[in-house]
């Protein structure tokens, strides 16, 4: 398996920006989707974006055009730059990873994983 870390949050006004990291151990990341989720205390935990492992990229409705996902294989980190900010992002942000197959092409279901990070708070105030 893999073990995840993440940083990078904090708070920050409307229509600011922040860029979350994700710190990834194990030999086989570069085989592995990871992906963001994020979860407000009482709601169930969303998908915000993810690369699997052979590229492709997919973005929740609501973030796209403002977030952008990246992964460093040569460092292995995944990314989440995020900008344009509003108050409902604010959340606990929580990287994931798991094999293609165990993902099963459900990129941003947080069912799909099993490896999960402790999670970095973003707050975003108006």
């Known amino acids: 398996g893999v073990q995840l870390a993440e940083s990078g949050g904090g708070s920050v006004q409307a229509g600011g920006s922040l860029r979350l990291s994700c710190e990834v151990s194990?030999?086989?990341?570069?085989?592995?989707?990871i992906a963001w989720f994020r979860q407000v205390d009482g709601k169930e935990r969303e998908g915000v974006a993810s690369?699997?492992?052979?590229?492709?990229?997919t973005y929740a409705d609501s973030v796209k055009g403002r977030f952008t996902i990246s992964r460093d294989n040569a460092k292995k980190a995944l990314y989440l730059q995020m900008n344009d900010l509003k108050t409902e992002d604010s959340a606990m942000y929580y990287c994931a990873a798991d094999t293609p197959v165990v993902v099963g092409g459900m990129p941003l279901n947080p069912g799909a994983y099993h490896f999960w990070g402790q999670g970095t708070q973003v707050t975003v105030s108006s």
């Open positions: 690369v699997e492992s052979f590229g492709r990229i």
């Open positions: 194990g030999d086989t990341y570069n085989t592995y989707d």
